[in-house]
C-alpha cells in the first residue's frame, strides 16, 4: 500500500498527464435523478475525492452546503476557481482523505467513484470513516465501479464486497435493486443510497 505522499504524487501525475479517464466532462445524471427524487438530505453534503467537481456546483445550486476534497493540487485549484467565476460558494480542501478529519458530520456523502480510486488494503479504513463522517440517518449515496477485472484503479467494486464493507450493523441498504449507471468509459457504476444507522 502507499503511503500518503506517494497517493499524492501518482494522481497529480494522472491529473498533470490528462489521464482522467473517469471524467465525464459534466454532473453524473445520477445525481440530477437523487436530487429530482428528494434523496439528497438538506444540509451539509461531503464530495470525497471530487476531482474536477462537477457534481459540486450541482449541489450548491440545489441548496446544499457542501465540502469538496481531493488530494490532487490540479483538480482543486481548478475548482476553486470556477465557482469563484460563477460567485458559489463551497468548502475545497485539498488533504488526503485517509488523514482528514472534519469539525463537524455531514448530512450526506455523495461517493462517485473515490472508493474505487483507493488501494483496497484501505477500504475498511475509509467505510470507518464515512460512518464517523454522517450523522445518524445520513445518506450515503454512492456509485460504485464496476470493472470485472483485477487491479486498479479504477478497482472493481463487486456488490458482495460492498455489502461487506457497508455492514448491517452500521447500514442499512435499500430493498430495490440499484441502479446502473454507464460511464462514458464504457464502464458501468452502480448507484446506491444507503443509510447510515
Ligand atoms: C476516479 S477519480 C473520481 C473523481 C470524481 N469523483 C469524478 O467522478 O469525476 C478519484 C479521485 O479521488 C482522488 N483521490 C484519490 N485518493 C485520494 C485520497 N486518499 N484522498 C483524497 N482524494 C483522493 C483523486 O485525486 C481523484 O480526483
Redesign the pocket.
Known sequence: MTD?NE??TE??Q??DGGR?G???GEP?PMLDQWLAAGKVPEGKVL?????????VAELIHAGRQVTA????TQ?VIRLMAQLAERDLHADVIQ????H?QPAEPFDAVYE???L???DPG?WQA?AQRLADWLVPGGKLLA?F?QTGREGG??FDCPVADMRALFDDARWQWPDEPPQQVPHPNGLIELAYEITRR
Do not use: F, N
Open positions: 500518503s497517493r499524492k494522481w497529480e494522472r491529473y482522467t473517469w471524467d465525464r453524473s464530495v470525497p475525492g471530487c476531482g474536477h467537481g462537477h457534481e476534497v481531493d488530494i490532487a483538480p488533504t488526503d482523505l485517509l482528514w462517485q467513484t473515490c474505487c480510486a483507493l484501505h475509509y456509485l465501479m484503479p479504477p
